[in-house]
């Protein structure tokens, strides 16, 4: 089936590494995508990853894959308070599938 | 930068009004979509278009509908709207052939 699992909440103080963790089911995804909503706002799209990687580098953010478990994560380096959003993991089955989102809070 | 539009922004209507939510792209995107997300956060898609003349319902039922005339434009309509339509609703896009969505701002409304 077409499920994608991440912890609800998640809370860190400024200045630490963030990491927020996915799992999803179906092993033909072509790419795993990372997006941030920030409040009031749409999705904006973070990152993504194509399946075949394992890890994805981009400034604060890295994004790793392993395939084997169907698990997926995202860290953020030096985590600020403009970070401070809900972050949603989605994989691509023709069309995306999002998990129900990932609340970070960012304490100074 | 993704170039989707909503309008509105905020929507505060009483029972039994009709009511379109707009959406417009400026990219050229074939694929557009509407989502309705919970306060809790969840998104369900309830609409998507491959392209003119093409409307599709999502996995969560809705009492809403949809049109595809121009390819920029995906308007949301409500005939009568209900407390129970309280709710975000959010528009995106993708390329045809690519799954990537770009999402526009949101359109919040609430039903009294």
């Known amino acids: 089936g077409e499920d994608v699992e991440q912890s609800l909440f998640l809370s860190v103080r400024e200045g630490d590494s963030s990491v927020i963790n996915c799992t999803y089911t179906d092993s033909s995804s072509t790419y795993l995508y990372w997006y941030k909503q920030e409040p009031g706002a749409g999705l904006q799209l973070l990152t993504y990853i194509f399946s075949n990687m394992d890890m994805k580098q981009d400034q604060r953010l890295t994004v790793l894959l392993n395939k084997k478990d169907k698990h997926l994560s995202l860290r953020i380096a030096d985590t600020q308070t403009g970070d401070s959003a809900i972050y949603f993991c989605a994989e691509s089955i023709q069309t995306l599938v999002f998990g129900k989102g990932t609340r970070l809070s960012v304490i100074a | 930068e993704a170039d989707i539009y909503q309008t509105p922004r905020y929507l505060v209507i009483g029972t039994g009004k009709k009511i379109t939510l707009e959406c417009s792209q400026t990219m050229g995107h074939d694929k557009m979509y509407w989502y309705q997300q919970d306060p809790g956060m969840e998104l369900h898609l309830i609409h998507y278009?491959?392209?003119?003349?093409?409307?599709e319902k999502g996995d969560l039922s809705s009492e809403s509908t949809v049109s595809r005339i121009r390819t920029e434009h995906f308007p949301l309509t409500l005939e009568s709207a209900r407390p129970s339509h309280t709710s975000q609703y959010l528009c995106?896009?993708?390329?045809?052939?690519?799954?990537?969505?770009?999402f526009g701002p949101g359109t919040r409304l609430t039903v009294l």
């Open positions: 278009s491959y392209g003119v003349n093409s409307t």
């Open positions: 995106a896009s993708s390329e045809r052939g690519r799954d990537t969505q770009y």
